[in-house]
Every structure is written in structure tokens, then in C-alpha cells.
């Protein structure tokens, strides 16, 4: 339901992505140029962030469904180890910039796995009181 712990987890989760495209998108000239990536390697970042922020929103809106909803966070959590595998292998200069990002989606993942750990606390539950009818 809308208000259980794990949609406030979503929605940190959703707010930390749309302001991780905010900042890549709008202040590219100020953030980016630190990282000294070339333009095809912004867009994969870019790319991965809306698909990790598609998959949040989406996994928000299946609230009814929990089962669904722990796979689409599972799909998500291995999207961000993914994406951060492929920012530390690839990063070759360290910051406050590089480490900001690196936190938010380690934040993001923490959150994700909360997520599921209080979605399948819900279904135990749910599956006790159906035991005891």
C-alpha cells in the first residue's frame, strides 16, 4: 500500500536518480568536465540513470502486485552495481564529484534492498494471517 515504509524508500530512491539526471543533464559543462569522459560515455551514464529511474517509478506504481514489485527491485539493483562496476573501472580521476555519485547510487542500492526486505516482510505477514483463517 501507499503508505508502508518501503514507498518511502521508493520515493528517496526515485528523487536521488531525478536529481543525478538533474545535475548530469543541466550542469554538464561544470560536473562532466571533471570526469574527462568523451560525449558516447556521458550518454551511457545518462542512459543507465532513467533506466534505473524507469525501473523505480515503475516498481512504486506495482504496489499491489509484491512479487512483481521485488523483481523489478532486484532488476534495478543489479542495474546500479552494473552502472557503479562500470563507473569505478572506468573513472580515471577522483573527486568530490566522482564520490558524490558513487554515494548516491550505494545509497540508492541500500534503499532498493530495504525495499525488498520490508516488501517480504509484508508478504510473511500477509501469508501468517492467511494461515490463521
Same mark, same amino acid.
Given at each position: 500500500?501507499?503508505?508502508?515504509i518501503?514507498?518511502?524508500y521508493?520515493l $528517496? ?6 536529481i543525478?539526471?538533474?545535475?548530469l543533464?543541466?550542469l ?6 571533471f570526469?574527462e ?5 556521458k550518454k551511457?551514464?545518462l542512459?543507465?540513470?532513467i ?9 512504486f506504481?506495482?504496489?499491489h502486485? @509484491? ?6 527491485? @532486484?532488476?534495478?539493483i ?17 573527486n @568530490? ?11 540508492? $542500492? ?10 517480504? @516482510?509484508?508478504i510473511?505477514? $500477509?501469508?501468517?494471517?492467511n494461515?490463521?483463517?
Amino acid at each position: 500500500m501507499l503508505y508502508r515504509i518501503q514507498t518511502l524508500y521508493l520515493l $528517496i530512491s526515485i528523487f536521488i536518480y531525478s536529481i543525478l539526471i538533474y545535475f548530469l543533464c543541466t550542469l554538464n559543462k561544470n560536473i562532466m568536465d571533471f570526469f574527462e569522459w568523451n560525449f558516447s560515455f556521458k550518454k551511457t551514464i545518462l542512459i543507465f540513470i532513467i533506466i534505473c529511474l524507469f525501473l523505480s517509478i515503475l516498481s512504486f506504481f506495482l504496489f499491489h502486485q @509484491k512479487k512483481l514489485q521485488i523483481f523489478f527491485n @532486484k532488476i534495478n539493483i543489479l542495474t546500479n552495481t552494473i552502472h557503479e562496476g562500470f563507473l569505478f573501472f572506468s573513472c580515471s580521476q577522483w573527486n @568530490k564529484y566522482t564520490l558524490i555519485i558513487f554515494l548516491f547510487f550505494i545509497l540508492c $542500492i541500500c534503499l532498493l534492498y530495504l525495499t525488498n526486505k520490508a516488501i517480504k @516482510k509484508d508478504i510473511e505477514l $500477509i501469508n501468517s494471517i492467511n494461515r490463521i483463517r
